[in-house]
């Protein structure tokens, strides 16, 4: 699967997924949904985020939900 609004950078965030490049990984906006912010207060509160960011960091955390564990004894 193709991330077109999702970045990994060594020299940004330390290689963390971020959004566009910008200083703003994936994971903090994820923590702001499953907090119960919605949408339009995370766009509100963050203007340089728009709604597709949103939309694509949700797809790619199904995508890593969806990824096999393998694990070791």
């Known amino acids: 699967m193709t ?12 290689g963390k997924p971020c959004i566009r490049g910008l200083r703003f990984p994936v994971s903090r906006l994820l923590r702001l949904l499953a907090a119960g912010e919605t949408p339009e207060s995370i766009l509100r509160s963050y203007p340089y985020l728009e709604l597709g960011d949103i939309q694509e960091s949700l797809s790619y955390a ?9 694990e070791f004894a």
């Open 3 to 14: 991330f077109l609004r999702i970045t990994v950078d060594p020299e940004i965030c330390g």
């Open 62 to 70: 199904a995508f890593l939900a969806d990824e096999q564990v393998i």
